[in-house]
């Protein structure tokens, strides 16, 4: 018995690189999970450290900071 098997049809062939498509979805799903909470963590503490300023004086070309943030940040504080 062998401990693998070489592709030798084109529907083997087919059969194997639609497997390892599915592989590699799977993987990239698994790091996109793992990537969020970790960016999540790093927004958080970045709104948190940019709320903790002065935010009512903010120049027009800065892009409005997130209302779920305004009101859950300044509560805490």
């Known amino acids: ?9 084109p ?12 592989q590699r979805k799977l993987a990239a799903n698994i ?3 793992y990537d969020k ?3 999540d ?9 940019i709320l903790s300023h002065d935010t009512s004086v ?3 070309f800065f892009s409005p900071l997130p ?3 305004k ?3 300044r509560s805490l504080i």
């Open 1 to 9: 018995m062998y401990m693998f098997y070489i592709a030798e049809t």
């Open 11 to 22: 529907w083997e062939k087919k059969q194997l690189a639609l497997y390892w498509e599915q």
């Open 37 to 39: 909470v970790q960016e």
């Open 41 to 49: 963590a790093y927004h958080s503490k970045f709104y948190q450290k």
């Open 71 to 73: 009101t859950e940040n």
């Open 67 to 69: 209302k779920k943030l």
């Open 31 to 33: 790091k996109d999970v």
């Open 58 to 60: 903010r120049p027009d």
